[in-house]
Every structure is written in C-alpha cells, then in structure tokens.
C-alpha cells in the first residue's frame, strides 16, 4: 500500500495567513485544495513537500460572483461550479470542461484552483516509486534522463488539465498573492512550455481567483478526447470562445480564441488559426482553414494515452467541430468523433 510521508499540517484562515505560511516553509511547503492529484502524487513520492498548507478553510477563496462577467475562487469545488445553473447557463463551455473532469465523488473534492495548478502527466512519471526506480528516474524526478526524448534537456510532460484550455480560450485572468502583495495576469501567462516549471506562480504565491469575461455575446464550447467517456484524463481538447457581429450563427466573426489542450506541457493558443476567422462567417471554408492552422501547432509525445499520430490527425476534425458547433450546428453528432471519444452532454453555445 502507498502511503503518504509524516508531514506537518497547517491550517489557515486567510488568504493572507496561507500567503504567510506558504513563505515560511519555503520549499518544504505545498498548498493543498481537494488534494486528489497532490496526495496521489505525494505517495507515488512525485511531489514531497513536509509542510502542508491546506486550503479547505479558507473562505476567501470562495468567492463566486456572477454579473455581466464572473469572479470564481480558487477553493470552489468543481461540484459547486456544475451545481451552478446561473454560471453554467453563462459559461456552458465551462460547464463542459468541468463536467469531464474524473468523477462526482473526485469533483466533490477537487479545487478549480487545484484543477488550474495540476501538474504535467506523462506515462514515464505517474507511476508508483517502484515502477520508476527499476526503469531509473526521470528528468522530472530524481532523473537525469527523458525517455520520452532521450536527447531531449527538457521535460515534455503533458498538461492535462481540463479547465486550463477554456480559462486561455475565454482570456480568464487570475490572481496570486503572496506576502508580498497581489498581482494578476491572463490565464495564458500562467502556463510555460515546460513539463517540470510549467507555471509561472512564483512558490510562495496562493492563485486566489479568476475572473472571466462579460457572457454577453460570448459563445464557448470545450471538447475532449479520452479512452474512456465515464472519466479520463484527456489525450487532446479543445477550448474555442468567441464573438460575432451579430446575433445570427452567419455573422462575421469580431474575435476568436482557439485552444489545443493536451498536446503540450502548456494549453497551446493557436492566435493565428484565431485570427483567420475575424472579419469572416464560420463557412466551411474558414472553418477548415483555421482547423488546419491550428492542428498544425498539435505536436504531441508517445507520453500519454492512444498512438501520436492518432492524436495528431484527430486534432483538425476536433477543432472543426467546436466551431460548427460555436456556428449553431450543435454539438457533434453521434458519428466518427462521437465513437472516437469526443464527449459532453448537448449544450449549444452560449
Ligand atoms: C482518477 C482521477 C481522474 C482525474 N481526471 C481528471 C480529468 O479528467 N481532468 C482533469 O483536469 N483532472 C483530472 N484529475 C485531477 C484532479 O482530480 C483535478 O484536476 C482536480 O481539479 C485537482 O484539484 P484539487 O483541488 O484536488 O488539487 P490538489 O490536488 O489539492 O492540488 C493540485 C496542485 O495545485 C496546487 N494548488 C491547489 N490549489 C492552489 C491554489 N489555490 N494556488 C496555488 N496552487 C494551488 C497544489 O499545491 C498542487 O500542486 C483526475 C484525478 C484522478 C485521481
Ligand atoms: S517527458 Fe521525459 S522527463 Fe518529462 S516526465 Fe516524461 S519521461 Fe520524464
């Protein structure tokens, strides 16, 4: 049985008190929201901080307001945001991407600040101790070597988080304290292309909340694919948002996010496959244009589930599809990508 190491719990009340007790145990110290990827990867000895600072009290990390735009604490559960009908009837692109996050009882658990912070997967790191000390460690941990790229100086684990794509596309920005004070940046910025630094918050930074952009005239989708549609980390997603000038699904598009998820250690912005569509209807035509611009930027690694090439191939249908849908198609039918793992419930755009 795995089993988690002694370590000390602190238990603050505050922002400001996590802030401070996450600057006083330096690099022993780790935040813990819902806990379901750090205690896991605690016991596989992944992550090995002595000090935990646990989040579960703090109540200004609970944040939920919803007017023309919304404000969400890091500490909601994702139970809570899919309990949310008024957030997901503004957002049902968001109310995609957490309704595919594992399980209901994991959700019940797992943190929205959790789920944007989680770390990079790779079929070489999560596994047990044992596991990875027979094939040696990797770069990740205690290694000196990728098996993935053995030439390779760097880590090339997956991000894999299902929020991270959509908070990018929608152009979220969030918030880190520290006991230095506060800063905000776009989502975007949160991320680097990098599998073992891929966040730029800084250690002794507490992500507080995120704030989305005005609903209005905002239409969001998110799709995934994974192995198994009851729960899966995914092997490729993708987030889209954006505006028309207009209210018909005809209108030239005035502003396009796209997102590939799972492709890379960081959510990938495809700007210019997004750019190709503005000033344009979504015809089949522009659709297909801005799915090839943006596939060709889906460069994915044999460290995950299902062949590369597969993944890689799949990357241009599963864009088009989002924007058929973003179009008023409706989400995607019953057909090749359905069978293929494409997943969540009917939701149009919003
Ligand atoms: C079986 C299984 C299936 C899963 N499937 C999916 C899936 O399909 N998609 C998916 O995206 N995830 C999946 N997960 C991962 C995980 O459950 C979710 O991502 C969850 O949202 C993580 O949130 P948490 O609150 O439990 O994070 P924790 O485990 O508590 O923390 C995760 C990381 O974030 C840091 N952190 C937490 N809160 C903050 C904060 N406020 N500020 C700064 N850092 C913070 C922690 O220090 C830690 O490094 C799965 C997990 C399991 C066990
Ligand atoms: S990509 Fe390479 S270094 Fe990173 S976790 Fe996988 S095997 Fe390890």
Redesign the pocket.
Known sequence: MMRLPRLRYVAPRTIREAAAALADAGPEG????????????MKRRQ?VPRILIG?RGVQG?RVRELGEAARLG??L??SEMLRDAALCAAYPGLRRAVA????PP??N???????????TRCNYYNQSLEWRKAIDFCLKKDGTICWVAPASPRCWAVS????APLMVALGARVTLQSAQGERELAAEALYVDDGIAYLS?RPD????DVVLPPHAGLRCTYLKL?RRGA????VLSVAAALRLDGDHGDAPVREARLVLGAVGSHPVLAAEAGALLVGRPLSEEAIREAAEAAARLAKPLDNTDYALGWRKRMAGPLIAAALRELRGDGPPPHGELARAGVRGRPSGAC
């Open positions: 780790a935040l813990l929201a819902g806990g379901t990827d750090l205690l896991p990867n992550q989040l990390l890091a500490g559960t994702l595919s996050i594992s399980t994991l959700r658990m797992g943190t929205l600040g959790g789920n944007l912070c989680l770390d894999s988080s299902d929020m918050r930074e507490v992500l507080t994974r729960f899966d980390f995914p």
